[in-house]
């Protein structure tokens, strides 16, 4: 395992040896250091599956349904995870880099000690996603997505695209949203009660209060 710092949180994420893996090309009921590459699982149909200390590269897994599992110490680089829903699955020490999560929907997910690097999360769906440890978010598009009823305290989101992110019933008590654009972020000031801003954010979260508060502001 090997350890990256973002902010002021420190993400415990795996550390894999290529040759410590084996090829699989098809979809099994547990994997574990297993090496998934270039591989085409489209619409497949994971329950209660475990991966683990896996590494999965270049994979088309688009419209894929993933129900209750985990995946523990694992790599997923570069892989299509468009279009599919993810259910009461277990999400630890993994980091996910350059991968497609357009129109996901991730319900009832647990995150602990995650990194999502250079992702895209536009038009997604997250409903009572948790973060139960260190999680974070850099150089992300989270554009258009919906976030309704998650607790995510304590995550960090930096460098991201937030335009039009809608949040709803969403607990982020000591999150860190430094070094993002909040102008176009749809949401009400109470889902941003405890938050971490910089302060070139500041005139950005003032017209969120004004926007909310239907202040009428004139310049006499």
Known sequence: MRTTTIGDVKVLLPDLDPEDLDNVTDPASDL??????????????????SIRSSRIAGADLSESTWEAGAIWGSEITRTDLSGSTLSGITIERCA????????????????????????????ATFQRVVAAGATA?????????????CRLPKIVIRSCQL????????QLQGADLRGNRLHDLKTALVNLHGVTLGQEQLPELTQLVIAELRVDVRAD
């Open 96 to 123: 996910f880099t350059g991968s497609r999560f357009t129109g996901t929907r991730l319900t009832d997910v647990r995150l602990k000690d995650v990194l999502f690097d250079g992702c895209r999360f536009d038009y």
């Open 32 to 49: 574990t250091e297993a090496s998934i590459e270039g591989v085409s699982w489209r619409s497949v149909q994971l329950e209660d599956i």
């Open 163 to 170: 335009t039009d992110l809608e949040l709803d019933s969403c």
């Open 137 to 149: 978010f850099t150089d992300c598009t989270l554009a258009n997505g919906t976030w309704s009823s």
